[in-house]
């Protein structure tokens, strides 16, 4: 509920401050005393955009200050605590707009500043503004559903749900197709990349095996000449070891005949002894760097393929393993892409099902829906002098391509004004006065299933008068019983069933002309209910009428 509007230095307003309550509040004034002022600085706090041109002459900056007092279940605390604006329970929600002379602007949320689209989510939560020119709301066909379901109580929290879900399988499916595709156009060099890997079949380590043997017998290939010389020169007949062994016979004939030469025998054993060891060491050598040429180009030849193949692949040698087994994986998967699918196709049919079965329901829901508001709305156009007018609610199924989270259903308010005339949309066939009074038989009705806490109607009683503005205001009257009403009218007949009376004037001191407002009490109030019956002079027997449209 709107319950203060403060505005500085909009236009002809200098300096306003208005405090509302629940019910009707009516605003008055005669033509030209600034009421389309009062509802331009409450659209600033609602969000619309600023203009420059309200900032008052000669001032630097127009400001509009609206307070809100909202229930805890009202849905614009939700969007206050997603964008850290929630206060404590109890305290106001206060909206500001700043506008400056040179056309910058601010907005601001209980003193934070703010963007302006978040300032519109909530303006367009928080009021609704009804008139003749109206293209929101009621009179926009993208609403209507909403306005439907509001009324019958449905929510579609459900199908919003499965459709979800429906969604979700229908991806999981595109993604698994794409992948299979591609991996089918990858089959032929899958095929051979596996067969060519398990052929082969590399082990980890196996590419430093078979460099380090390789740098063995060529290394031995190259030292084994050398080798067989020196054992040539240490083994055989005339060799070193042979000569030493004679010259140790000999020795060990004298060796008795001098202490020295028992010594030299001695050393000569020594020698020996060391020559058999480097023998016997030399013949090891011999054996371990022995390269046979045939062992040697084999080694070499899967040397190269398994370096050949890394390189291939882009990886290193030692990852060929798992390399293998992560392609033999892909083929295995796309051998089995048809299994997969299968089941994901049952997933994306069941989820479907799922969500048209609740779209089904729902469409029936609304069908039913539809006739008991066609029935209120029908019962409230005979007092508004729409006797002859016909309303429906068309209900048509969705093409495929645009079912939505809501379900399948287009729903749209249609009306015919005159016996045999075909129905058409409200905007395309009704004129200024039966739109605005359509407009409110349609609230009406809505809002005995529950609608708008704060609603706005902008002069929607023009082109209407005596019994018809009687039937206007008792509409109104009855509408504010369960939502706020801000009604900015000429009628006396609705301006008499307000709670609270605003009178709109302007005045001039000879330098400045201002635009104020003010709550009239008892006296001033059917003083002003008999200037709107009477006009420019008030009669005593238009006071004696506006008492017993006050009385009534």
């Not at 503004?129 to 009179?139: A, K």
């Not at 429906?166 to 990349?193: M, N, V, Y």
């Not at 020996?272 to 040697?296: G, K, N, Q």
């Not at 330098?511 to 006009?535: D, F, K, N, W």
Request: aromatic share 2%.
């Amino acid at each position: 509920m709107l319950t203060s509007l403060s505005i500085r230095d909009v236009v002809l307003i200098e300096s306003l401050d208005l405090e509302f309550g629940p019910g009707l509040g009516v605003l008055t004034g005669e033509t030209g005393a600034g009421k389309s002022i009062l509802l331009d600085a409450l659209g600033l706090a609602l969000g619309v955009r600023a203009d420059s041109g309200l900032v008052r002459q000669g001032q630097k900056q127009a400001v509009v200050s609206a307070a809100f007092d909202l229930p805890l279940n009202h849905p614009a605390r939700e969007l206050l605590a997603e964008n850290g604006l929630d206060g404590e329970a109890g305290e106001p929600l206060v909206i500001r707009r700043i506008v400056r002379a040179d056309g910058g602007s601010r907005a601001l949320v209980n003193d934070q500043s703010v963007s302006v689209a978040l300032v519109r989510d909530l303006g367009a939560m928080l009021v609704e503004i009804h008139g003749q020119h109206d293209d929101r709301g009621l009179l926009n066909p993208r609403g209507h559903r909403a306005l439907l379901d509001s009324f019958a109580g449905l929510s579609t929290a459900a199908s919003e749900g499965l459709f979800r879900a429906w969604g979700a399988a229908e991806a999981s499916l595109a993604r698994a197709r794409a992948d299979l595709e591609a991996a089918a156009r990858d089959r032929e060099w899958l095929e051979h990349a596996v067969a060519e890997l398990e052929k082969l079949a590399p082990e980890p380590g196996e590419e430093a095996a078979l460099a380090e043997r390789r740098a063995t017998m060529q290394k031995g290939a190259r030292l084994g000449e050398t080798i067989a010389a020196v054992g040539q020169l240490l083994d055989g007949s005339e060799g070193g070891l042979s000569l030493l062994r004679q010259a140790a016979r000999r020795l060990e004939r004298i060796g008795g005949e001098h202490e020295r030469l028992e010594e030299a025998l001695a050393a000569l054993d020594r020698a020996l002894i060391e020559a058999s060891d480097a023998e016997d060491r030399l013949a090891a050598a011999a054996e371990a760097l022995a390269c046979d040429p045939a062992r040697l180009e084999e080694a070499e030849s899967r040397l190269f393929e398994i370096r050949s193949l890394a390189r291939k692949h882009r990886v290193e040698a030692d990852a060929l393993p798992a390399l293998a087994e992560e392609l033999g994986a892909r083929l295995a998967a796309l051998d089995a892409g048809g299994k997969s699918l299968a089941a994901l196709e049952r997933a994306v049919a069941e989820a479907r099902a799922g969500y048209e079965a609740e779209a089904l329901r729902l469409g029936e829901a609304r069908a039913a829906a539809a006739a008991r508001l066609d029935q209120a709305v029908a019962r409230e156009l005979a007092p508004l002098k729409l006797d002859a007018a016909r309303f429906r609610t068309v209900i048509e199924p969705l093409p495929e391509a645009q079912w939505n989270a809501a379900g399948r259903d287009r729903v749209e308010f249609e009306v015919s004004t005159n016996p045999g005339a075909p129905f058409a949309p409200l905007t395309r066939i009704a004129s200024g006065g039966e739109l605005s009074r359509f407009i409110l038989a349609l609230k009406v009705a809505l809002a005995e299933r529950g609608g708008a806490t704060t609603m706005i109607f902008d002069e929607i009683d023009r082109g209407v008068g005596g019994a018809v503005a009687s039937a206007v205001g008792e509409r109104l009257h009855r509408l504010a019983g369960s939502a706020q009403l801000l009604v900015v009218t000429h009628s006396p007949q609705v301006a008499a069933r307000g709670a609270r009376h605003f009178l709109i004037e302007k005045s001039h001191d000879g330098l400045v002309t201002r635009t104020g407002v003010q709550l009239l009490g008892e006296a001033r109030r059917r003083e002003e209910i008999a200037r709107m019956l009477s006009g420019a002079e008030v009669t005593d027997e238009a006071r004696a009428q506006a008492g017993r449209l006050l009385a009534a």
